[in-house]
Structure formats: structure tokens, C-alpha cells
């Protein structure tokens, strides 16, 4: 990393404070000090013009639509790569070679069952709980299963907690759903790969022989590489908060699988879903575009437009093309909701408001349709990306542990309340 110096003047004051340039994208101006050198702090709620750290995991350019992990392209990734592959890259920073490929499948093979003690803790949920609040519950509950992974200065006990997390997401996101709609749970199958042996453990029963679909496999398979990381978002900036006190990983873990459950982050492919079954045929995709453009009307074209992406967001091109393998794996021929999808997307990418405003399809307004073609309910959409989003917490989590100068979050603020004020006895008010 670069430096140089950047000269900020406060009233009679001029400061001189550090510019940090890294590899690729804006640099930034490191205020640490600025507070003791003016008395002021900065003022930027929503993160929009402030670094929260530095980070050699995931970048993205997001006015050229590029998004890379650890410098690769996340198309290629998703074509020619795995997940696991995808998660080796992501907590050590090169891609594997195939003995260590192999080494690395096995650990996380080897980690999928869970505490049968577990299957206990399931049983205090109403079966009509939401499968999130039983991922928070049952994600935060591992360090209570996993005493001995929970020494954040361990590095041993960090590695153990950390392949622990990525083998047994999948384990517990499929007994959650197998739980949700009264079947047996499904134990994992060691000689499946990681897609293959969720989609097992989500839809096999008992009482028959369930072969696994290897190109719904592969697709599951693609659609986790392209959740798998994507910076310093909301879900992955409250891991790190959580993380930046010491506590366990698996507590980490569960505040960003709560802070992901929430609509504006991981809720947006249920809400193009069903915009797209509202808007039910191709006919009606005026309308709904003309709505989308009305200033006095809060309609919005779900799954179009991003904070960061300026242009086609690079995970939304790659789940298109899955959303058209798994349709037609499946044989649904003419899906309304796919065709009512192509139709807007060609629409709103010729009318000059979305060209204007740089509103492209984002990676929510294909998933939605893929995955309810594999036969996952809505509910468990958002549960789905948590299962591919933990690999990514949990490299940043590890980057955070290992910066020697890490220490506590701690933002400050702007405070308007009440400046100082007498206290009078209850009696006296
Ligand atoms: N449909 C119609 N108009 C839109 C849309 C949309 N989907 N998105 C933004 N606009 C307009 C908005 O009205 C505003 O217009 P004006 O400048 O005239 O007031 C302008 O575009 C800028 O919008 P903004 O809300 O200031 O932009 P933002 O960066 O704060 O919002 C967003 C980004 C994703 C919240 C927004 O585009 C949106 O609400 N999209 C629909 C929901 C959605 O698909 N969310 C998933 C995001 S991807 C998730 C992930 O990466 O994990």
C-alpha cells in the first residue's frame, strides 16, 4: 500500500493526514487522527463515502460491473471452478492445487454432521418458524456444541471453527427446512459433493431413493460461488463489528446471519418473485415499467438497480443463463414467470429512465426463479444465500483477527439530544 498526504482545512486549523492508495479502485483518506488534531469527527451515515477497512479479499468496480475475489473474475470463477474450490480461495488467498483441493474437500466433508444433541434443539421450534430464526438460533448455539473452537487466538481453534461453519451451514439449513415441513431429518452422505449432498439432505425422504440432479447440482453449485462474498455489505460489516470485541466465531457468524435476513440485503429475490408473478404476463409489463418510472408512485422493478453497480451487475448475467439450464433441465417450457422476466429486462433495458439512472438487472431478479424451479420454498431463498455467504464472513473475520492493528469498533456520533438537563424526584415533576 502507497501513501501520500492530503491537506484538510477546519476553521483556523490545516491538518495534514495520510492518503492510502491500494491495488485497484479509490483510494482513501485516513482520518484516524483527525479527531485529537481538531476536535471533529466525520459525518458519513450508510458507510456511502467511508472505508471501514482495508481488505485483500473481494473488489468490485461496480461502475465497470467487475467483481473479482482475491484479483479472479467472479464469471470464471463460476465457470470453470467450484465452491469449495470458490472457499479456499476466498480464506487463503490462492487457488488450491488439486492435492490441496482434495485435502481441503475432505476436511470440510468430514465436518458436515452435527451434534445429534442438536436434533434436540430443533424440536423447541413452532414448525411454522421462520427458517432464518432457526439459522440465527442454531448457528449462534455451535459454541455452545463446539467448546473447543471458540479461542478466537488460537489459529488452530479459528481454522477447526472456521471449516466446522462451512460443513455443517449446509446440514443445518436442510434439517431447518426438513423441520418446517414435518419430515424427517436427512444425514449427510460423505461421498456426494457439497451441492449435491444439500440437495439430498433438503429433498430426499425415507421411503424412497432420491438420485441427485447433477445439473441442478451444478447450479446450486454456481449460484453459491456468485453469493459467496461481496465485500464490506451490510451482513459481512456486522461480523466484523461483532468479531472486533473477541467474540466467538460462531456468534459472529449468527449476528450477520441475522443482519442478512433482513429485506433490503438478503430479501430482494423473494420481492422480484413476486413482482414477477404480479405482473403475471408479458401484456402487463408496461404498466408496471410505467409505475417504475412514476415519481408519485413507490413501485420499483424489483431486482433492477444497486448501491454499488452502475452497470450489468456480473452475477446477474451468469444467473440468468443458470435460471434457463434449470428451467429447461426441468422441462418448464414457457415459464410465464421467466418469460414476463426476459421481456421486462429487455424493456427496461431500452427505456431511457433505466439508461439514465444506470438501472440494471441485479443478481436477485434471476434467483428467485431458479431457485423456486428446484423446488426451494421463498422462505428458504434467503437461507440459501447464508449458507454461500458464510465462507465470506468468515475470511473477512479471519483477515480482521489477523490484522495486528485491529481493535474494537467503535464508531462515535453526532449527538442532538438534550444537552444537559436537571434531575427532579418523581414526586417534583
Ligand atoms: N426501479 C425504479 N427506479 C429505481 C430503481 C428501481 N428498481 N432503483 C433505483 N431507482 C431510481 C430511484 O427512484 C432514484 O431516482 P431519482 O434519482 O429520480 O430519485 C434513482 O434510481 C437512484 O436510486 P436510489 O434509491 O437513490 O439508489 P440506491 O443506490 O440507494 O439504491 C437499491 C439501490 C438496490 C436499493 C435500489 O436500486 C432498489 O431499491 N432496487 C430494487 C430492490 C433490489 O433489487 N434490491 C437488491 C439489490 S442487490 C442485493 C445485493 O447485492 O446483495
Not at 40 to 55: I, K, Q, R
Not at 369 to 382: E, Q, W
Request: hydrophobic content about 40%.
Amino acid at each position: 500500500m502507497t501513501e501520500s498526504t492530503a491537506t484538510i482545512h477546519v476553521g483556523d486549523k490545516t491538518v495534514e493526514v495520510p492518503v492510502k492508495h491500494g491495488t485497484v479502485g479509490p483510494s482513501v483518506i485516513d482520518i484516524g487522527k483527525l479527531y485529537a488534531k481538531t476536535g471533529l469527527f466525520t459525518y458519513d451515515p450508510g458507510f456511502t463515502s467511508t472505508a471501514s477497512t482495508e481488505s485483500e479479499i473481494t473488489y468490485i468496480d461496480g461502475d465497470k460491473g467487475v467483481l473479482l475475489y482475491r484479483g479472479y473474475p467472479i464469471d470464471e470463477l463460476a465457470e470453470h471452478g467450484d465452491f469449495l474450490e470458490t472457499c479456499y480461495l476466498l480464506l487463503y488467498g490462492d487457488l488450491p492445487t488439486a492435492a490441496q483441493k482434495a485435502e481441503f474437500d475432505y476436511r470440510v466433508t468430514r465436518h458436515t454432521m452435527v451434534h445429534e444433541q442438536m436434533t434436540r434443539f430443533f424440536n423447541g421450534f413452532r414448525r411454522d418458524a421462520h427458517p432464518m430464526s432457526i439459522m440465527v438460533a442454531c448457528v449462534g448455539a455451535l459454541a455452545a456444541f463446539y467448546h473447543d473452537s471458540i479461542d478466537i487466538n488460537d489459529p488452530l481453534q479459528r481454522q477447526i471453527a472456521s471449516i466446522r461453519m462451512i460443513a455443517k451451514m449446509p446440514t443445518i439449513a436442510a434439517m431447518a427446512y426438513k423441520y418446517s415441513i414435518g419430515q424427517p431429518f436427512v444425514y449427510p452422505k460423505n461421498d456426494l459433493d457439497y451441492c449435491s449432498n444439500f440437495l439430498r439432505m433438503c429433498f430426499s425422504v425415507p421411503a424412497e431413493e432420491y438420485k441427485v440432479n447433477p445439473v441442478l447440482a451444478r447450479a446450486l453449485d454456481r449460484i453459491f460461488v456468485l453469493h459467496a462474498d461481496h465485500e464490506q455489505n451490510a451482513s459481512t460489516s456486522t461480523v466484523r463489528l461483532a468479531g472486533s470485541s473477541g467474540a466467538n466465531p460462531f456468534g459472529c457468524i449468527a449476528a450477520g446471519i441475522a443482519c442478512l435476513w433482513g429485506p433490503a440485503h438478503g430479501g430482494a429475490n423473494e420481492a422480484a418473485l413476486k413482482m414477477l408473478g404480479e405482473i403475471g404476463t408479458v401484456e402487463n409489463i408496461p404498466k408496471y415499467v410505467a409505475r417504475a418510472k412514476d415519481k408519485n408512485d413507490p413501485f420499483r422493478l424489483m431486482g433492477f438497480g444497486h448501491r454499488v453497480y452502475k452497470n450489468y451487475d456480473p452475477r446477474a448475467k451468469i444467473m440468468a443463463k443458470t435460471a434457463h439450464e434449470v428451467l429447461s433441465e426441468l422441462g418448464v417450457k414457457d415459464d410465464p414467470l421467466l418469460e414476463v422476466a426476459v421481456e421486462l429486462e429487455r424493456i427496461a433495458l431500452s427505456d431511457d429512465y433505466f439508461i439514465e439512472k444506470k438501472l440494471y438487472p441485479n443478481i436477485d431478479f434471476y434467483s428467485g426463479i431458479t431457485l423456486k424451479a428446484m423446488g426451494f420454498p421463498v422462505s428458504m431463498f434467503t437461507v440459501l444465500f447464508a449458507v454461500a455467504r458464510t465462507v465470506g464472513w468468515i475470511a473477512q473475520w479471519k483477515e480482521m483477527i489477523d490484522d495486528p492493528e485491529q481493535k474494537i469498533g467503535r464508531p462515535r456520533q453526532l449527538y442532538t439530544g438534550a444537552p444537559f438537563r436537571e434531575y427532579k424526584p418523581v414526586g417534583t415533576r
